[in-house]
């Protein structure tokens, strides 16, 4: 026994109420005894590396190339995405891919290279092997931009799973972005971040890593180009990055290099170059479309762990209406269920659910509750009961199922990785139907189960179905979010498949964006947590998860009116716009934080509202060609180094620059604009790119650009879209699109474009078709004309 858990176990007694503080001693140790039963230490490993080249067996898009202890499988795709997998590694099985890999390049061809290598060209890359196993990603003009050194394993001599390690050379000048959401970033300097989705257990800031959703997806912005990359390895494993360092007129370079480190599954990736839009394009024709959320989605959403009853409702949605603040959906937290039970109702502070769904439906507001995967383990709990029946929750690698601890005390977990029990809970989403819910939100579902020591999750040897092939928890982690996220997207839309199903989920995996979007989880309530919000949402949609958003003044502690409204603000401007709050936070309505903050959160609501045409379009552009809304300051110009260094400021498609104030006391900030005309949308000032500024930033706003010649669908003030151009520059033309979406069903709309040009004095904006050009199909505004 550890005498230091013994400790823990002690305090975590008396810590967490004597009840609980059992139950998590207890399941720590039974964690721990389940672990030390199902999985066998691993004894002495044997190393091995790929050895030398023996032959080549040629195929569509490349081939087979036999080194003496191993073989690289490399595909070239029709898409240009590239596939490589060692020891016989294929794309599929995968949790990340949708549906089928895409065909390979016929024109690819694998052909010998120097010094006894290989290589495989085709016409967006090329791709060299040398006779050691290295394997180099190089531009179609034969510039370089990662080179991964030849593998190593490490095989257990009894036999199990191999852990391995792949060391990778980039750039001097290459930045790294992504691996999922990241509360340090979005640019991701030096040091080591972990892939296993953990609740940290406490509200976290810059510089806590893991958090719930990562993903071993790395975007690389150099001079030479941009590239994903993705390991697709749903294992426990360590990224450890390290910038490059240039010459500063020595003439020698140090490369920027990764290290990845998994201790199991197959040691395969996909590789995408080309700009950042076309990679994030090719990505999401890998990993899936992102699901699109239902117009409402898009508005401003009031959530609270603590409304505790029906009345506190009605009071918060009261304050909404009486101060004239727009209000698009009240989230439910697990306070409104019976003893914390999932798919229940407390049916003392919340007898009239229905009813209460009813009133706030008519008022324009939908109802959005949260799930958890966890399951009170108790006869006469009726999902308990029915999962029991269905065989639907996780066992041991006895056979016994596993027992967990999590807000309704001893509890169970469903096995999202099996079609069946994925089909099983999917139904359950009926009840919540019935009670007028219209979302969903997933939490715990890393999946969290509290323990007084050691890792709050499942056994590692605890047995997952795994699409029929078996497996344990070391595999399983990573996509159990995913997998439930699957469960509840196909459930609801299976039971209403006239809506388009709102979902977002704390933990996920590449390729959640199919089922829905995230959040930020527990950020902490400050000026750092602030910073991380921005982080994470960057961060996550450069890895295809387009939809997200933070806790709007940090999950815990009681903001102060500034950095509340600071806040407020950024929001105003990323896909998911949502306060909410832990149980023993500070209040989180705009009217609590004085007159002042309410006049100027006001503002922030109404050009939230102004903009809605504009998110609608950017959620269906989303869909269609995986780019984010929030994009990088460098998303149209990744060859400015500046852009590259620049995290403060984001692009909100292609049309806005916001520059959010994150620091506590600004009101005037410096902001660096990429190339071209912008305009300052408050003050109407003009300013020149690429270079930094410094601009006003008083309490009321925070600055907003808007790129010359932009075309911006809004709502107009009689409440219909109306087009706001703003000039281009003279000798310049502009342009946008409209994407149309009334309603939360499953249309596909028209997407209109529209274009901006001088004419003798006056801007001229015509509608493209595809017959020539017309009039414009909405009032159009011209903005910027007395400052040119």
Known sequence: MDGRDLVRSVKAVGSAGAAQGVRTVRAAWRRRRTDAKGLPPRGAERARVPGTVRDVEPGPGGGVVRFSRSQLRITVTVTGAVFWGWDGAAPEPSYALAGRCPEPDPRAVLEPDKDGGWRVVAERVTVTVSRHGAVEVCTPGGVPLRRDLPPRWWEPVGGGPARWLQRTEVAADARFFGLGGRSSGPRLRDGTYRLWNTDPGHAFAPGDDPLYVTMPVQLVVADAGTHLVFHDNSWDGRVTLREGEEGAGSGHDQSGRTELRMDGGPLRCWVVVGTPARVLRTWASLTGAAALPPAWALGHHHARWGFGSEREVRRIVAGYQERGLPLDAVHLDIDHYDAHQVFTVDQERFAKLPELAKELHRDGIRLVSIVDPAVKAASGNPVYDTGAAEDAFVRDSSGQVVRGVVWPGEAVFPDFTHARVRQWWGGLYEERLEQGFAGFWHDMN??????????????????????????????????????????????????????????????????????????????????????????????????????????????????????????????????????????????????EFGPDVLDHARVALAGRRRLLPYFVTLAHLARRTGAPYVRPAW?????????????????????????????????????????????????????????????????????????????????????????????????????????????????????????????????????????????????VRIRGLDEL
């Not at 179905?465 to 699957?486: F, I, P, S, T, W």
């Not at 299976?494 to 989920?505: A, D």
């Not at 474009?753 to 009039?775: F, L």
């Open 446 to 591: 890393e999946p969290t189960s509290f323990t007084a020591f050691g890792e709050t999750t499942l056994p590692r040897s605890a047995r997952h179905a795994l699409e029929g092939r078996g497996g344990d928890h070391r595999e399983a982690h990573n996509v159990y979010a995913l997998c439930m996220a699957k469960a509840g997207y196909e459930g609801v839309r299976h039971l209403v498949p006239q809506e388009r199903p709102f979902v977002f989920s704390r933990s996920g995996w590449a390729g959640m964006q199919r089922y829905g979007g995230t959040w930020s989880g527990d950020v902490a309530t400050g000026w750092p947590g602030l910073r991380a919000s921005l982080s994470l949402v960057l961060g996550l949609g450069l890895c295809g998860v387009p939809y997200s958003g933070p806790d709007v003044g940090g999950f815990d502690g009681s903001p102060s009116p500034e950095l509340y409204l600071r806040w407020f603000q950024l929001a105003s401007y990323l896909p998911l716009f949502r306060t909410h709050a832990s149980l023993r936070a500070g209040r989180r309505e705009p009217w």
């Open 635 to 779: 998303w149209r110009t990744p060859e400015d180094r500046a852009l590259r260094d620049c995290e403060d400021t984001f692009l909100l498609g292609d049309g806005l620059l916001v520059a959010p104030v994150l620091d506590r006391g600004a009101d005037r900030r410096a902001v660096q604009l990429p190339r071209g005309r912008w305009y300052d949308t408050a003050t109407g000032r003009t300013y020149e790119g690429p270079g930094q500024v410094l601009v006003d930033a008083p309490l009321a706003r925070i600055p907003v650009f808007a790129r010359a010649g932009a075309v911006i669908p809004v709502r107009g003030k009689d409440g219909g879209l109306e087009l706001e151009v703003w000039a281009p520059a003279r000798g310049r033309t502009g342009s946008g699109v409209v994407v149309q979406d009334a309603g939360d069903g499953w249309e596909e709309p028209e997407i209109e474009r529209y274009a901006a040009r001088w004419e003798d004095d006056k801007v001229i904006v015509e509608r493209e078709r595809e017959d020539g050009v017309g009039a414009p199909s909405h009032p």
